[in-house]
């Protein structure tokens, strides 16, 4: 079954400081991979996605990710951090066919940003 | 229109009560999704319609029972809930079931047990 794990509970920037989010999968194929971005109180919005071609996967929001397949990551960077990116940063894992029906979630990374 | 809309915002509930969750989208969407919120955690799969169906049922607790009325609303009904219920409950769509096309989340309700 895949899973997804994202390492880093908590990371704090400054504004201005680049970021990069850890995801790493298990699965035994190349799956959809996605970044999710969640304000508090609010539901999720899709910041990238992959599911072929181009390994560098850019964004909205400034944001980018490249997927790692000897390294089984999908990390999230920005170049430089805006205090409004502060939320959770959720990454999901798709099946591809025929066990296409769900995403499953990793547990999560807070940003904070500090000005 | 490119959202996914939930009411009530907010909703505050007793044990003994009977309430409903309503989920919009006219993005044509044909997969919709219900999923739950724990503070802190990640969202976790409740329900999915596919093409007005059922396709899964995650053992949800029968207390929670959801509806899908046509392709454009998905409603989720409450009865004698337990104040562990309380979370954030989220309604997603999707082009289609199939993983590649990722969701649309609406802003979810925010369920209080008393």
């Known amino acids: 079954a895949q899973s997804v794990t994202q390492p880093d509970i908590h990371i704090t920037v400054s504004e201005g400081a680049s970021l990069e989010l850890r995801c790493n999968y298990s699965?035994?194929?190349?799956?959809?991979l996605f970044w999710y971005v969640q304000s508090p109180g609010q539901g999720l919005q899709l910041l990238l996605k992959?599911?072929?071609?181009?390994?560098l996967v850019q964004g909205i929001k400034g944001f980018e990710a490249e997927f790692k397949r000897s390294q089984s990551s999908f990390n999230l960077r920005k170049p430089s951090v805006h205090w409004s990116d502060a939320a959770e940063y959720f990454c999901?894992?798709?099946?591809?066919?025929?066990?296409?029906?769900?995403?499953?979630f990793g547990t999560g990374t807070r940003l904070q940003v500090f000005p | 229109d490119t959202e996914v809309t939930q009411t009530p915002k907010h909703l505050v509930m007793g044990m003994t009560n009977k309430k409903s969750l309503k989920c919009e989208q006219h993005?044509?969407?044909?997969?919709m999704y219900w999923y739950k919120q724990k503070a802190k955690k990640p969202p976790e799969l409740m329900f999915v319609y596919s093409y007005e169906k059922l396709s899964i049922n995650e053992s949800v607790p029968s207390r929670f029972s959801p509806e899908c009325p046509n392709s454009s609303l998905l409603n989720l009904h409450l009865h004698a809930l337990q104040p562990e219920d309380s979370a954030l409950y989220l309604c997603?769509?999707?082009?289609?079931?199939?993983?590649?096309?990722?969701?649309?989340f609406g802003s979810g309700t925010r369920l209080t047990v008393v």
């Open positions: 999901a894992v798709g099946s591809r066919p025929p066990n296409t029906d769900k995403l499953i």
């Open positions: 992959y599911f072929s071609g181009d390994t």
């Open positions: 993005m044509g969407h044909r997969a």
């Open positions: 997603a769509s999707s082009q289609e079931v199939v993983g590649s096309y990722g969701y649309t």
């Open positions: 699965y035994g194929a190349t799956p959809y």
